[in-house]
């Protein structure tokens, strides 16, 4: 299957996409919510960075979207 490009400088296949997560993180005294995707080798990725978890959550689902719309 062709790589799906999901954001500037990222694509994935999806056959080897397990899953995309937000994680909570501390950055410089602040919270910050890194977009996070995991592949079938175990290997966790950092894809992005957000101020706000709603501009997080956003991403997320066009990203997600963009994953299931290249397996129909």
């Known amino acids: 299957m062709a790589l799906v490009k999901i954001t500037d400088g990222v694509a994935l296949n999806p056959d080897s996409f397990k899953y995309i997560a937000i994680e ?3 950055s410089s005294g602040k919270v910050v919510y890194a977009v996070v995707i ?3 080798d175990n290997s966790e990725h950092w894809i992005k960075t957000y101020d706000n978890k709603n501009d ?3 991403e997320v689902k066009s990203y997600a979207k963009a ?3 290249a397996d129909e």
């Open 24 to 26: 909570t993180k501390q």
């Open 56 to 58: 997080a959550i956003a």
């Open 38 to 40: 995991k592949i079938d």
């Open 67 to 69: 994953i299931n719309e």
